[in-house]
């Protein structure tokens, strides 16, 4: 067996097992896309560039083993880590779609040639002094640099250029190795946890992996419980270290049946808490316990587990786990996250019976009489619980409640969100932003995912609930420039006074204070030059005469309804504004009360409008009371 040089005992493997993670979890998996996105790649342009990284990674894993024109492990793996740095810098170029694919493509098969070489001769460079724990160390390393705060939260162009600076390093690493090629066939132990199944468990794991990686870094809300701030990104990095070494204790051990179980069950219970955003905390710790221990058994399974006694059937089982499990896995479960945004507990179970089931038949074989009367003790506990509970009468929904499931039901979400940006236009726009911990108390949260109208979270505290049924029924009534559809509809049962109740409860704690401060707002100086009288006669009759003139159709609709019919806006009185007096504070006060409204009245605001409009509007509306006061 050929080993490394003295005095670099084994940390040639780790060192490049440290690389290969890093590579592939901080830029191919992330910063890459970043990079994509920031060159404004986007849609089937983005497919099809990922595509090519597949393809390029299925493509190379399964050729690895078979080139003959490279037959030195340490040439093949330069060759691979030069492609794999190359691509890393061609990144930081301001790529074309073509220029993209081949980048991409490089990706892939770069990696496709690492992973598989270092796989199958990982002696080569972990040497005889325990293999499998330099297989650990290399794996905790890698993912413990990968959740550094400094390079986690680091630009893609700094990530990419550690990312070729790395490879760089490892084929400085394959320079201070042994120059043999060859190495002494070994025997393995004989196993009858077949290569098929490990296959399909390793399958099985990658998916669930990849799928709750995307859905996390995806969802602001489970982002935020997990991945952001100092604490939680060195608390992953320490657990996926300390379940790497765990994972080289229990192998030689327990086997590696053991170890994919117990990785299914973190990963497993990861996913199902993940469809709770306010249980991220906990799926966070499960996470990486489930994804360090897999991975250490995918490293050293070819090399240091199969059943395979030369290095060419290992190569081959290298190939097949990382094109099939590494690649195609990898590539279903984004694909799931992308599609439904959470993983379904019945694909859970489904993974559970590939990694789980032929060990628990082996078990119940092995153990009929233990399962025979464990089974009847459950039946007869099951039986007897519903005999003996009574059963409860159906749980009785508030009209919030219920107008909560009518809003989920028809849709609302695909065109409102609930969720203020903070510090941005939108805190002014639509009111104060929600902490995290108040969207975690949301089952299930309601933030939305595009904004085609108006944010909600804050609307119970700006619209009243007449102007929110009068909407309903006729949108662009209330609302002129409105695209919305009618959803009078609703009314004929109670759904639409339940969807209303429900609105109109949407406020936070700091709305007062909020309402307070829009008292201070003016417009600015230069909307206030570029008022245009004309334009806001015009907007004026859209967005106002509906209620302020005499024969304004949601006035005569709804007259009996208002808290205050409210005034003819060019005959008054005038309720809010300040009696005669200088021009100036009376436009201010229509400016402001044109943007958003009179709170605890039926006057809604028109937040929407630009400040040159209200502006205009206020300019006009001022000359007409100006007008009106005179006559008076």
Not at 121 to 141: I, K
Not at 565 to 594: E, K, N, W
């Amino acid at each position: 067996m050929s080993r490394g040089r003295r005095g670099l005992p084994g940390w040639q493997g780790a060192s490049l097992v440290a690389i290969t993670y890093v590579y592939f979890l901080i830029f191919a998996q992330f910063a890459f896309l970043a990079r994509l996105a920031a060159l404004g790649l986007a849609g089937a342009h983005l497919k099809t560039v990922m595509g090519a990284m597949a393809f390029g990674g299925v493509l190379f894993s399964l050729l690895a083993p078979r080139v003959s024109l490279w037959p030195s492990p340490n040439l093949r793996l330069r060759i691979g880590l030069a492609v794999s740095g190359a691509a890393a810098f061609l990144s930081l170029l301001p790529l074309g779609t073509a220029a993209a694919i081949v980048v991409s493509f490089m990706i892939g098969a770069g990696l496709g040639v690492v992973t598989v070489t270092v796989a199958t001769h990982l002696r080569l460079w972990a040497a005889d002094r325990n293999p499998l724990l330099m297989v650990g160390v290399g794996t905790g390393v890698g993912y413990l640099i990968c959740n550094l705060p400094a390079l986690f939260t680091a630009s893609a162009f700094v990530q990419a250029l550690v990312a070729g600076v790395l490879c760089m390093a490892g084929i400085g690493i394959t320079l201070l190795s042994a120059t043999a090629t060859v190495e002494d066939a070994e025997a393995r132990p004989h196993s009858d946890f077949g290569f098929v199944r490990v296959l399909a468990c390793f399958a099985a794991l990658v998916w669930l992996d990849s799928a709750a990686f995307f859905i996390i870094q995806n969802t602001p809300a489970l982002k935020a419980g997990t991945w952001v701030g100092t604490v939680h990104l060195v608390v992953n990095g320490l657990l996926h270290f300390a379940a790497a070494l765990a994972a080289v204790w229990l192998l030689p051990r327990r086997g590696l049946a053991i170890v994919l179980s117990a990785a299914f069950v973190a990963l497993g219970a990861a996913c199902l808490l993940l469809l709770h955003p306010e249980r991220a905390a906990l799926a966070s710790c499960f996470y990486p316990i489930g994804v360090s221990l897999y991975s250490v058994a995918l490293v050293a399974y070819p090399s240091l587990l199969a059943p395979a006694s030369i290095v060419a059937e290992r190569g081959r089982m290298a190939g097949w786990i990382y094109a099939i499990a590494g690649w195609a896995g990898s590539a279903m479960g984004i694909g799931m996250g992308q599609n439904l945004g959470y993983v379904p507990p019945v694909f859970v179970l489904a993974a559970g019976a590939v990694v789980l089931l032929p060990w628990l038949v082996k078990f119940v074989l092995h153990r009929k009489r233990e399962f025979a009367m464990t089974a009847a003790v459950l039946l007869l506990a099951f039986y007897a619980n519903r005999a003996l509970t009574k059963v409860d009468a159906p749980v009785q929904l508030s009209q919030v409640e219920r107008g909560r499931h009518v809003y989920i039901s028809e849709g609302c979400i695909h065109c409102h969100s609930q969720y203020v940006r903070p510090n941005s236009a939108d805190v002014q726009m639509w009111g104060p932003a929600e902490t995290i911990d108040e969207l975690r108390l949301q089952h299930p949260p309601l933030i939305g995912n595009r904004r085609q109208g108006p944010d909600l979270s804050q609307v119970g505290g700006r619209r009243s609930p007449l102007w929110l049924k009068a909407h309903f029924y006729n949108p662009p009534e209330v609302s002129g420039a409105s695209i919305m559809p009618s959803y009078g509809f609703l009314f004929q049962d109670q759904r639409g006074d339940d969807l209303v109740a429900y609105l109109a409860s949407l406020h936070g704690v700091g709305t007062k204070q909020h309402v307070a401060g829009e008292r201070l707002w003016q417009p600015s100086t230069g909307a206030v030059q570029s008022a245009d009288a004309a334009l806001g006669e015009r907007l004026y009759r859209r967005d106002c005469a509906t209620c302020h003139a005499a024969d304004g159709r949601t006035r005569l609709s709804w007259q009996a309804k208002f808290k205050r019919l409210p005034p003819d806006l060019l005959v008054g009185p005038y309720f809010y504004l300040p009696p005669l007096g200088p021009d100036a504070p009376r436009l201010m006060r229509i400016a402001q009360i044109t943007r958003f409204g009179v709170p605890g009245t039926d006057m809604s605001g028109h937040e929407y409008l630009s400040d040159v409009e209200i502006a205009s509007i206020s300019q006009w509306l001022s000359q007409q009371i100006a007008r009106s006061l005179q006559k008076q």
